[in-house]
T-cell receptor, first 114, second 108 residues
């Protein structure tokens, strides 16, 4: 079954700890994205990558880091510098990253930091 | 600034009534616009895109460059249309910018 897999579904961490969210796709897509979804704020772009070994900051990159060492993987690390890390995180991919290329989304990871 | 605005957080209609979910955008170039939908307990998925000029599940959306709008319309709402709807703009740099979302509730 082709698609995007995010793991884990739920994640709990203590404040001050870094945590890494996994995102894997087997669609052979070039572009991958991380969004944060908060009630009333829609989806906000954290980071995106249009090609392996390259990525760009989105609108709310502070406190987050990513890597794109493999085409199929785009892990997101939520660092202790992120002031409000508790949120629902969505990963997505698209075939080319160009305008007009629709996104395919994962099921999301709900992160709770206490 | 590039921005997508969905002015309604919640839209509630009765089954069989027409529905229009509003979307306005701010973008200096030629926009590529999309509507995404998230049904309960399902992942976010593409509903339609303006370049296709298609009708999906009875929904249509027309790009109005003069009014910078891309409203989503359906003449007769069904209960299964109840979901969260997001309007999105894809810019030339590869970023997909989403609106805040509108929750559509179709009552029997």
């Amino acid at each position: 079954d082709g698609g995007i897999t995010q793991s884990p579904k739920y994640l709990f961490r203590k404040e001050g700890q870094n945590v890494t969210l996994s995102c894997e796709q087997n669609l052979n897509h070039d572009a991958m994205y991380w969004y944060r979804q908060d009630p009333g704020q829609g989806l906000r772009l954290i980071y995106y990558s249009q090609i392996v070994n390259d990525f760009q900051k989105g609108d709310i990159a502070e406190g987050y880091s990513v890597s794109r060492e493999k085409k199929e993987s785009f892990p997101l690390t939520v660092t202790s510098a992120q002031k409000n890390p508790t949120a629902f995180y969505l990963c997505a991919s698209s075939s080319s990253g160009g305008a007009g290329s629709p996104l395919h989304f994962g099921n999301g990871t709900r992160l709770t930091v206490t | 600034a590039q921005r997508v605005t969905q002015p309604e957080k919640l839209l509630s209609v009765f089954k069989g009534a027409p529905v229009e979910l509003k979307c306005n955008y701010s973008y200096s170039g030629s926009p590529e616009l999309f509507w995404y939908v998230q049904y309960s307990r399902q992942r976010l998925q593409l509903l339609l895109r303006h370049i296709s000029r298609e009708s999906i599940k009875g929904f249509t959306a027309d790009l109005n460059k003069g009014e910078t709008s891309f409203h989503l319309k359906k003449p007769f709402a069904q209960e299964e249309d109840s979901a969260m709807y997001y309007c999105a703009l894809h810019n030339q740099g590869g970023k997909l910018i989403f609106g805040q979302g509108t929750e559509l509730s179709v009552k029997p």
